[in-house]
């Protein structure tokens, strides 16, 4: 058995056995990742869609992700490879690739406009070791490198991965620690940890995901675009943020897509308070 520090809930994984994201598991008394170099999703996309709006707007990025996560959100849309059911089989059919392989190919794509390589689609950081790997061959290949995560990962894992990383978008899900806790099983401390320090050594950007009855307050929305404006005013940049409309899915079917209106509505709120503010999925 040994314990994962990957994020707040350290898992004591037992031998052959994985932990609660799914993708790590314990190998002769060590914890490793299960789903190193094994990747169930692979696009070059615009860098809008991450998403990213102040960072090489225009350009594309090879976008790929593994499986495995260490949240339960109940409307996730690649719940598929995040924590399905068949996740034994997402693994035996998700292609092997190497750190170097992986470089080589998002520098061949740098004629389509290509910029580097995005860890997307599943949490990235819950196989951080091949995310670092890989970062530093792209590094040492002149592009870039972006995350997208769901920021509950541990101060330790960040600070190694941070020299190589270039942007990330981040979720804040919500403000709420009941929410977090109780829908999402995760940590809404450690995301903000997160996210303070993460905005001190690369581009950031924020996303949340408005849900009719549960985040879609104009109390809430002012209290994460505050939280944003003094996180920027503290650390001298102007922190974008995406607010982005709900649709049902996965086991969260029971009430309707995001008003398109009151969208548009909240990101008005916070545009009161921050300089970018952007709608999404609308």
Same mark, same amino acid.
């Given at each position: 058995?040994?314990?994962?520090?990957?994020?707040?809930?350290?898992c004591?994984?037992?031998?052959?056995e994985v932990?609660?994201?799914?993708?790590?598991?314990? =190998?002769?008394? #060590?914890v !490793?990742?299960e789903?190193? @170099?094994?990747i *169930?999703?692979?696009? %070059? $996309?615009?860098?809008?869609?991450?998403?990213?709006?102040?960072?090489?707007?225009?350009?594309?990025?090879?976008?790929?992700?593994?499986?495995?996560?260490?949240?339960?959100?109940p409307?996730?849309?690649?719940?598929?490879i995040?924590?399905?059911d068949?996740?034994?089989?997402?693994?035996?059919?998700?292609?092997?690739?190497?750190?170097?392989?992986l470089?080589i190919?998002?520098?061949?794509?740098?004629p389509k406009?290509?910029?580097?390589?995005?860890?997307?689609?599943?949490?990235?950081?819950?196989g951080?070791?091949?995310?670092?790997?890989t970062?530093?061959?792209?590094?040492? =290949?002149?592009? #870039?490198? !972006?995350?997208?995560?769901? @920021?509950?990962? *541990?101060?330790?894992? %960040? $600070?190694?991965?941070?020299?190589?990383?270039?942007?990330?978008?981040?979720?804040?899900?919500?403000?709420?620690?009941?929410?977090?806790?109780?829908?999402l099983?995760?940590?809404?401390?450690?995301?903000?940890?997160?996210?303070?320090?993460?905005?001190?050594?690369?581009?950031?950007?924020?996303?949340?995901?408005?849900?009719?009855?549960?985040?879609?307050?104009?109390?809430?929305?002012?209290?994460?675009?505050e939280?944003?404006?003094?996180?920027?005013?503290?650390?001298s940049?102007?922190?974008?943020?995406?607010?982005?409309?709900?649709?049902?899915?996965?086991?969260?079917?029971?009430?309707?897509?995001?008003?398109?209106?009151?969208?548009?509505?909240?990101?008005?709120?916070?545009?009161?308070?921050?300089?970018?503010?952007?709608?999404?999925?609308?």
């Amino acid at each position: 058995m040994a314990r994962c520090n990957v994020c707040f809930r350290n898992c004591e994984i037992k031998e052959g056995e994985v932990g609660f994201c799914l993708a790590r598991t314990c =190998l002769y008394g #060590k914890v !490793v990742p299960e789903n190193y @170099g094994r990747i *169930s999703s692979i696009s %070059l $996309d615009p860098i809008e869609k991450k998403p990213l709006k102040h960072f090489h707007p225009g350009s594309q990025i090879l976008s790929v992700g593994s499986y495995g996560c260490n949240l339960r959100c109940p409307f996730c849309q690649n719940s598929d490879i995040s924590y399905s059911d068949n996740v034994e089989l997402v693994h035996r059919n998700a292609e092997n690739i190497t750190p170097d392989e992986l470089a080589i190919l998002a520098k061949s794509m740098i004629p389509k406009g290509n910029i580097g390589v995005a860890y997307t689609y599943n949490e990235p950081l819950i196989g951080y070791e091949f995310v670092l790997a890989t970062a530093r061959k792209v590094r040492d =290949l002149g592009m #870039k490198n !972006v995350l997208v995560t769901n @920021g509950c990962a *541990s101060r330790e894992v %960040l $600070d190694e991965l941070l020299p190589y990383i270039d942007a990330m978008n981040i979720d804040l899900k919500s403000f709420s620690d009941d929410f977090y806790r109780n829908t999402l099983k995760g940590d809404k401390i450690m995301v903000l940890d997160f996210i303070e320090h993460a905005v001190k050594y690369c581009h950031i950007e924020i996303t949340t995901l408005i849900i009719p009855g549960i985040n879609d307050s104009p109390a809430e929305i002012t209290s994460i675009a505050e939280y944003l404006r003094d996180l920027s005013e503290y650390n001298s940049c102007d922190i974008p943020l995406h607010v982005t409309r709900f649709f049902p899915r996965y086991k969260m079917t029971d009430r309707p897509p995001t008003p398109i209106e009151t969208v548009y509505s909240l990101a008005d709120i916070a545009r009161g308070y921050l300089k970018h503010v952007h709608t999404g999925n609308c």
